[in-house]
């Protein structure tokens, strides 16, 4: 059973920068897509980042405009979304989720396998 465990949130000023990490265990190959979503109260889930786990391509969603960077260490078996020029209005949830498949999907909905989540927040 893949297993994912968020860490690394919590309170930033505006223009500061947050490191969350992802343990991941359970991983039958390396055929995985693992990805970030955040929600914000009363907003869906919505895409920040996602790499395969075997390395190679990565997305972003448009609202990150370099600002973040999603890296992966399979030795440590762990996903990192390092942030950087935090703005308030990324707040939120923050979850990591996997799923089985080649291709990056922008969709929480192909993501079978979720994390509980770490809280973001950023202040002015």
């Known amino acids: 059973q893949v297993q994912l465990v968020e860490s690394g949130g919590g309170l930033a000023l505006a223009g500061g920068s947050l490191r969350l990490s992802c343990a991941v265990s359970?991983?039958?190959?390396?055929?995985?897509?693992l990805g970030w979503f955040r929600q914000a109260p009363g907003k869906e889930r919505d895409i920040v980042a996602a790499?395969?786990?075997?390395?190679?391509?990565?997305y972003y969603g448009d609202f990150v405009e370099g600002r973040f960077t999603i890296s992966r260490d399979a030795a440590e078996d762990t996903v990192y979304l390092q942030m950087e020029s935090l703005k308030p209005e990324d707040t939120g949830v923050y979850y990591c989720?996997?799923?089985?498949?080649?291709?990056?999907?922008?969709?929480?909905?192909?993501?079978?396998?979720w994390g509980q989540g770490t809280q973001v927040t950023v202040s002015s």
């Open positions: 989720a996997a799923a089985s498949a080649y291709l990056i999907s922008t969709l929480p909905i192909n993501y079978a396998y």
């Open positions: 790499t395969r786990w075997n390395g190679g391509d990565t």
């Open positions: 359970g991983l039958t190959s390396s055929r995985y897509v």
